[in-house]
């Protein structure tokens, strides 16, 4: 052999080996395709075969027709076109269409000489009456949304309060769905909040890949929809994730705790939003914010900006609806709108000079609100003058918010250091005082000399 054949022959072979070894490597993977075919095929072949009950397909006959509507009341028409390759998908496929329709009769409503269209005034009052249904199945779903902020809006007569169909499209829902940002209904009514919430860091994937954006229902959650009017902000839902951010914060934020209490989380965390101060009408026993229903703040002039007096006639009139208790305001600097709260930043970019803040007119104070909660748990606002802060006659309005030298009121530190001086020097006044009439008393009270 010479040595040209004998350098092929020992190629030939190392490739033979070589392609032997990636056999072997196909061999294992299919092997491995096939397990996996072989757990997941019964799950699949039971999904595709989900049946639709044969009643649903005739219902199907009609409502799988392009267009199929009912003309209303209010003269809006009613689609009631269902698509069967949607609806067999769908959760609701295998019970069929009478579980959840149970005021039709089959028999009588594809026969038009026997059926009899029942009137419906409007689409919302169909969604509405489609609720009652729902919580058949899903009583507790319905319980969390009965607390809910959606809820509160549907029971205060508010016509765009999401009911389960606003979120939920019957015919075609699936169960775990939606499970990306793109998906989630909400953005249907906060599509400008929504917006905003794309560009924040919480709906950014990581950079380490492993962490996905988060779905709106991460932190309002998805049937229990907190209200918005909560004393404590969106603070609770922050420290669901963040936990131990205080230990964090305190060691280089003085007062960290009542920075904490005082101020939301977004006042630092959206460095571009405009910041406002907030004095919410609370209970002083629950310091859960006033309602609506014990007394709306109402001003002669709608509008007009609530001055000091204004302001301590308010609570003055507030404290007339306690039986226990009285109404007082809390202070809290946060940020002015909806869309601003979720346009959350890096926490490399949060506000950290304090001076942003504790400075003289800061952009921060040069904004005053007076809320209450609305009966949908909405706030109610109203806008004050600034110098309700520096206020003689709403001193008492920033209790538990002013810390000295740190709103740079220079009223409010006079007033105090005059009380601190107050305090230390009539008790000053007192023991000297007291050392002066003992001296005085033991001079002219000196025992009489004995006689000579």
């Known amino acids: 052999m010479t040595p040209r054949r004998g350098q092929q022959a020992i190629a030939m072979a190392g490739w033979g080996s070589e392609h032997r070894s990636m056999r072997a490597i196909h061999a294992g993977l299919a092997l491995v395709a096939a397990v996996v075919l072989f757990c997941i095929l019964p799950v699949w072949w039971a999904a595709a075969q989900a049946p639709v009950p044969e009643e649903s397909k005739r219902c199907l006959g009609c409502h799988a027709m392009r267009g199929f509507s009912k003309k209303l009341e209010d003269s809006e028409n009613l689609l009631l076109q269902v698509p069967p390759d949607l609806f067999a998908k769908s959760a609701h496929a295998a019970i069929g269409c009478i579980v959840c329709h149970a005021d039709v009769d089959p028999s009588k409503h594809a026969d038009p000489s026997t059926h009899v269209s029942k009137p419906i005034k409007s689409a919302r009052e169909y969604s509405l009456a489609a609720v009652q249904v729902c919580q058949e199945c899903h009583a507790d779903k319905f319980g969390e949304w009965q607390k809910s902020i959606h809820a509160a809006l549907v029971r205060a007569g508010n016509a765009s309060g999401p009911v389960c169909t606003s979120c939920h499209q019957p015919h075609t829902v699936i169960k775990g769905a939606p499970s990306t940002l793109e998906t989630v209904p909400c953005k249907s009514c906060h599509g400008a909040i929504f917006t905003a919430y794309t560009g924040s860091v919480h709906a950014q994937v990581h950079s380490n890949g492993n962490a996905a954006p988060l779905l709106c229902s991460s932190c309002h959650g998805a049937h229990d929809v907190s209200e918005v009017s909560s004393p404590a902000g969106p603070k609770t839902a922050c420290l669901a994730c963040h936990k131990g951010v205080l230990q964090t914060h305190q060691a280089w934020l003085p007062n960290a705790a009542l920075h904490f209490d005082r ?9 571009t939003a405009q910041r406002r101060v907030d004095l919410q009408l609370v209970d002083s026993g629950s310091q859960t914010r006033v309602s609506a229903k014990v007394g709306v703040p109402t001003f002669e002039t709608p509008g007009k900006s609530v001055d000091a007096i204004a302001l301590y006639n308010l609570l ?121 009439v003992r001296r005085y008393l033991r001079r002219h009270d000196t025992p009489p000399s004995p006689p000579a």
């Open 263 to 271: 101020v939301s989380c977004p006042a630092c965390h959206a460095p």
């Open 316 to 436: 003055q009139t507030a404290d007339q609806k306690f039986t226990t208790g009285h109404a007082t305001l809390r202070g809290r600097l946060e940020v002015v709108t909806g869309e601003q709260i979720h346009q959350l930043a890096p926490k490399s970019q949060a506000i950290s000079n304090c001076n942003t803040c504790h400075s003289a007119g800061s952009d921060a104070f040069q904004s005053v609100s007076i809320s209450v909660a609305g009966p949908d748990g909405l706030p109610i606002r109203y806008v004050a003058n600034k110098d309700v802060l520096s206020s003689v006659r709403s001193i008492g309005s920033i209790g538990g918010f002013y810390a000295i030298g740190g709103t740079r009121i220079e009223l409010l530190d006079i007033l105090l250091m005059l009380a601190v001086l107050a305090g230390i020097g009539v008790p000053a006044a007192h023991l000297l005082l007291g050392v002066m």
